[in-house]
């Protein structure tokens, strides 16, 4: 067993043992290292900018006099730090609120538990994270509408996949006249915990800037290899913006955004970029990133 995965199974896998007051000894810090070295990413050297973006779907608290509060929470920390939360833990620390009660008031209790669930993250992260309460969810997102499911590209009665474990030999690239922009979606992302091995579903989004044209029905197949991967989702977006960043020459840009299905109230978005446009920026600033939802 890996030290991440002993790490992580500090409580995945296991039966929950949560809290029903609050208690921040049950969140988990998971290195980054160990994967990343895997594939040559060098925490002091990172080749793309982004962050890792939760949504608390049900978070809740009460008030002390026993009125609850509930409220979509959404937290962001950089993907510079050098850990991230493990997400069972994160669900069991979250959940450790819900019987405890904080101030006199709605608001006041919502600002309790945000300064609380901030301090105690980035003490565990150690790096600053950042949260916000949203009351209103229902924001319509437009920002991947120009986003292109990759399979209208694809003939699907010709393609075969026959790889499903990280198969980045299977992609292929072609020159093109002039530097071309892409914007893909591919809504059958499929990886696995690394931990308990419970499948994970997520959409991903592909954006990227070359004169180097990368075929669509080989990225199709690369993406399918991810089936019987082992990852944590920061981890899988990673490896697949790592294995393009390779592919593309030097200087171009790219972007990749995996949403993934939420689980226990939780879902994990994580970011990575090396371009500074604007989509990119808005990207991190989205309400909501549901699954689900971006397909309006």
Partial sequence: ???????????????????????????????RYENRKQYNIQNDNLPFEGWDVWHAYEFSAMTKNGVPVTRLMKLKYN??????????????????????????????CLEICKKTIEKDLSKK???????????????????????????????ENTLKIEKFKEAPEVLKTEHTSNEQSYYLMFDSLRSNCRVTHQPDFGDLFIYYKSVKHILEESLVKYLCSFRSEFHFHEECCEMIYKRLFDLLDSGD???????????????????RSNCNNDDALKLIDLTKFARGNIKQ
């Fill in 253 to 271: 840009e790219l972007f990749v955004c995996a949403l993934y299905t939420r689980r226990g109230g939780i879902d994990i978005c994580p970011v």
């Fill in 125 to 155: 992260l150690k790096t600053e994270v950042t949260l916000n309460f949203i009351e209103n969810a229902a924001e319509k997102i437009d920002i991947f509408k120009d986003f292109k499911n990759i399979m209208n590209f694809v003939d």
């Fill in 79 to 108: 993907c510079t730090s050098e850990f991230l939360v493990e997400s069972k833990s994160l669900k069991l620390y979250l959940n450790s609120f819900n019987m405890t009660g904080f101030g006199g008031t709605i608001t006041e």
């Fill in 1 to 31: 067993m890996s030290r991440t995965d002993e790490i992580a199974s500090t409580h995945l896998g296991k039966k929950s043992q949560g809290s029903d007051t609050y208690n921040p000894s049950l969140l988990v810090a998971i290195p």
